[in-house]
């Protein structure tokens, strides 16, 4: 199903860009990572779920399905996370859709739901407990989140990226 219009962008992430699509999630964005698809079900998986396909491999972006077979496709030249993001956020001006973070799994792509102490206690270690406020759940792949490293590591590159669009977003 095609994203409706003004709703946020869903993205298909091929296997050169696992890192940006664990990214994209912790963003609030809808991404699908496929790490050994062959081009042509990658692009029928984008069309068929209208999602818009994210790749570094210019000779996909020759096959006739992308544009005016109905495959939106973005074609990213960075080699990095946060270059990746910046031709992203130049294409498709995803800052307006950056909400409260995370809100989906890094790991599955799943939604996170947010958990009352009581329900954490028996999921996260008690230094967590002791140490953080709040606590999400994805439902999908039973993987808690909390602001731990992996936090402080996404919120850097969103600083960096922030000073790449000129200290706005």
Known sequence: ???????????????????????????????MYERETPDALLLASAHREGRILLSRDTGLFKMRAIGSG???????RSSDTVGQLREMDV????GGFVGRLPAR????????????PAEARQLVPTFVLATQIEISYCP?????????????????ILARLRELRGGSG
Request: charged share 20%; with cysteine.
């Open 1 to 31: 199903m095609p994203s409706e219009p003004g709703s946020p962008p869903r993205f298909l992430a091929d296997s050169m860009l696992g890192r940006l699509a664990r990214y994209l999630r912790f963003l609030g964005f809808d991404t």
């Open 70 to 76: 109905g495959v939106r496709a973005l074609l990213l």
């Open 140 to 156: 999908c792949c039973n993987h808690s989140v909390w602001r731990g490293s992996h936090w402080v590591n996404f919120v850097e």
């Open 91 to 94: 294409e498709m001006g995803l």
């Open 105 to 116: 799994c890094v790991d599955c792509n799943g939604p996170l739901e947010e958990l009352e």
